[in-house]
């Protein structure tokens, strides 16, 4: 795997090309990782995302993970992993393709994954010990990446926000439920890296030059 690798589930990827911002994101790492499950059962033919998507597949910047590829050792990791999910995390929130994504990056050593699926991160997290990016965690690398690029990252954000019809997930809140404007969310994505070990550890890898 590549040195900035990281293992995606689909909701992010999609949230990405609605927003528009697919290309820019996923550039930040060097190379990106979906399961087979992912991307046979979750993304959907013929869509807009799944178009998107699939051209950066062609390109094999995101590459598809299979069960049958992994090592003895690997396997171990992984059905650790999805057996620890699959018999103390609720079904309902925790569904096949966020086991299957969580368990990939345990076999690949990577102690964390992208996921926007704000209801499961916090079971996935302390049952498995993989920390859960989502969406506005990286807008906050970006940023910190290229602060120059404000505009176009608060950009994103707006438009992420019109993504949701049903209500805004805590995630875009504060404590007292107030929609975050986008420093907010910069300023509450700070607070939470700086609080995880993984994550300032995969913000180090990801903004210092090899």
Known sequence: MARNKA???ADILI????TGSLDYLT???DQIYISDYVWKQEIKNETEEYKAIKKLVNKGFIV??????LTTKQREFYLNAYDILKNRAP?????EGERITAAFAKAHSIPYYMSDDNKAAPFIKSLSAVEVVNYCDLLYI???VKPEDIKRLSDFYSEYLSVFEDGFPRAVKDKSGKV???IGIIAKCYDKFKKSQELTSLLKLLTDKP
């Open 64 to 69: 598809i993970l299979d069960y049958k590829k």
């Open 91 to 95: 079904s309902d929130i925790v569904n």
């Open 180 to 182: 975050l404007d986008f």
């Open 15 to 18: 949230n990405m090309v609605k």
């Open 27 to 29: 550039g930040i790492f």
């Open 7 to 9: 293992v995606f589930d």
């Open 142 to 144: 970006a940023y910190v």
